[in-house]
């Protein structure tokens, strides 16, 4: 009988926390509106575009063609030999000399990815920059570095599939993401704490607060400005 009622009395306070929330819907809507102006001032005046440029390479091992999945399987493995030799240091310092650039290897190590499509013995190099050019200068310049250290170990000179080209396209951040996550974000955080305010909120507001913390009914009710209309006086005689 205990469970019952409470479960009775909680779902009552969730009903009342639900009409509380829609009697606050503006407030949730201004969040809402403040979370997408400050992530678009984040997205668009704070944080700097990035820009993409990449390069593949096919890497030939010592054969010319793939003819077995045994063969296969050895030139996949040649990539990820090949993948250790792009990103070594000798390789990074020789790029980082070449255009000049103000960074250590390490930086440079962390900003290239370098991915293996499944089944093939493609190398896809690829790095992000605030340049677009300067982004497609390195790509390049590391390809060229890392395919003449190659040919000093395989007899079999890798082949150049596509260059770098410098993409005016940003790539991040995303404009719509940004804009989105903010939105929701304003919108949750007024919410939780319009919710919290109303959990903690201990005051007697009403009838029904009445009958929780006295236990007894409420009979009658006198309005603050002294006077009573004909419904009222009809629903205490009810409630009498």
């Given amino acids: 009988m205990e469970t019952e009622n409470f479960n009775e009395e909680m779902e009552i306070d969730l009903i009342d926390l ?8 503006w407030m949730i809507l201004l969040g809402l509106l403040i979370g997408v102006l400050l992530s678009g001032i984040y997205t668009l005046k704070i944080v700097n575009p990035m820009y993409a440029a990449s390069s593949m390479i096919y890497m030939r091992g010592a054969g010319n063609t793939i003819t077995s999945i045994q063969d296969l399987q050895i030139g996949a493995e040649l990539t990820n030999d090949y993948e250790v030799i792009f990103t070594s240091r000798p390789i990074l310092e020789e790029v980082i000399e070449k255009l000049n650039l103000d960074m250590t290897y390490q930086e440079l190590q962390t900003r290239i990815e370098l991915s293996n499509p499944t089944d093939t013995r493609i190398l896809k190099v690829e790095l992000k920059d605030e ?5 497609s200068e390195i790509v390049n310049t590391l390809v060229q570095v ?8 395989d007899a079999k000179e890798p082949y150049l599939i596509e260059e770098a080209v410098a993409n005016n396209q940003p790539v991040s951040p995303s404009k719509t993401k940004n804009l989105a996550m903010g939105a929701l974000a304003g919108a949750f955080l007024v919410g939780a704490v319009l919710a919290l305010r109303y959990i903690v909120n201990d005051q007697i507001c009403g009838e029904d607060d009445v009958v929780k913390a006295l236990g007894v009914p409420v009979f009658c009710s006198i309005p603050e400005n002294g006077s009573m209309s004909k419904k009222d006086h009809r629903k205490n005689r009810r409630k009498g």
Avoid: T
């Avoid at 340049?131 to 982004?135: C, F, G, H, Q, W």
């Avoid at 890392?146 to 170990?153: A, L, T």
């Fill in 146 to 153: 890392g395919m003449d250290s190659v040919k000093e170990i």
């Fill in 131 to 135: 340049d677009p050019e300067r982004a």
């Fill in 18 to 25: 639900l009409s509380y929330l829609k009697r606050k819907a």
